[in-house]
C-alpha cells in the first residue's frame, strides 16, 4: 500500500450532521499528519502502530486500543511502524 484509504461507514448525511465514521489504512512509517482540532473522536486501533500527540504529549498506540480525543483538543496522527496503519474512527461533528 502506498497511499492512504478511508472508507467511510457514516457520514454527516447519514447521521443529520452528529457524526462521521470512518476506517483508515496509513501506508508504513506515514508521519504525522499536521496538528489540528475539531469536535470529540474516538479511536479504536485494529492494526499497526499508531503515534499519537495529543495536548503536545505523545504515546503508542497498538492493535486493541481505544483513544478518546476531547472536543477541541490539538492532536496529530501517524503511522509509527513497518506495517499498515488499520484504525476506526468515530467524530462527533457538533463538539
Do not use: Y
Not at 66 to 88: C, R, T
Amino acid at each position: 500500500m502506498d497511499v492512504a484509504q478511508t472508507k467511510w461507514h457514516l457520514t454527516a448525511e447519514d447521521t443529520g450532521g452528529r457524526i462521521v465514521r470512518g476506517e483508515v489504512w496509513l501506508p508504513a512509517c506515514t508521519p504525522l499528519h499536521p496538528v489540528h482540532e475539531h469536535g470529540s473522536e474516538r479511536v479504536e486501533l485494529l492494526s499497526g502502530s499508531m503515534e499519537l500527540l495529543l495536548g503536545g504529549v505523545g504515546q503508542i498506540l497498538r492493535r486493541g486500543d481505544v483513544a478518546h480525543i476531547p472536543a477541541g483538543m490539538p492532536h496529530a496522527w501517524g503511522n509509527a511502524g513497518s506495517e499498515v496503519l488499520h484504525f476506526m474512527f468515530d467524530l462527533e461533528l457538533n463538539g
